[in-house]
């Protein structure tokens, strides 16, 4: 069942919001551009680490399909970390996929992301 919560994509920090609209359209080099040079990537169990991996991420990840992007939730874990919980929808197997971007600030960047299955 999706949750949503009352926290609307405004009050998320700045950097977050900004990856997340890049990432949304695939746009690696400015998505990008809001991760610290030894950022990392964990998506479903596989790591990115480093400028040159979460770049490649960023620009290939889900390439393969064609499918929407909804915001469904967003939280404060606390001063560094936020969760963005967003509805996947496409051509892709079981064509539905609620996920949990996990993120971990630094100096206004992001250090780190977990994305993986959204858990209730």
Same mark, same amino acid.
Do not use: C, K, L
């Given at each position: #069942? *999706?949750?949503? *919560?009352? #926290? +609307?994509s405004e009050l998320l920090? !700045? *950097?977050v919001r $900004? &990856? @997340? !609209? =890049?990432h949304v359209?695939?746009?690696a080099d400015?998505? +990008? +551009?809001?991760l610290t040079e030894d950022a990392l990537i964990v998506d479903q169990d596989e790591t990115f680490r480093g400028r040159e991996e979460t770049y490649a991420f960023l620009r290939d990840a889900g /390439? $393969? &399909?064609?499918?929407? *992007? $909804?915001?469904?939730? =967003?939280?404060? %874990?606390?001063? /560094?970390?936020?969760?963005?919980t967003v509805r996947l929808e496409?051509? @892709?197997?079981g064509g539905v996929a609620e996920l949990d971007y996990r993120f971990t600030l630094r100096d206004d960047l992001i %250090? $780190?992301?977990?994305i993986a299955n959204h858990t209730a």
């Open positions: #069942m *999706t949750q949503h *919560t009352d #926290m +609307s920090p !700045a *950097t $900004e &990856f @997340f !609209a =890049a359209v695939h746009d400015v998505s +990008s +551009s809001f /390439t $393969e &399909f064609q499918y929407t *992007t $909804e915001q469904i939730g =967003a939280h404060r %874990a606390d001063d /560094t970390h936020w969760v963005v496409g051509n @892709f197997p %250090a $780190e992301i977990v």
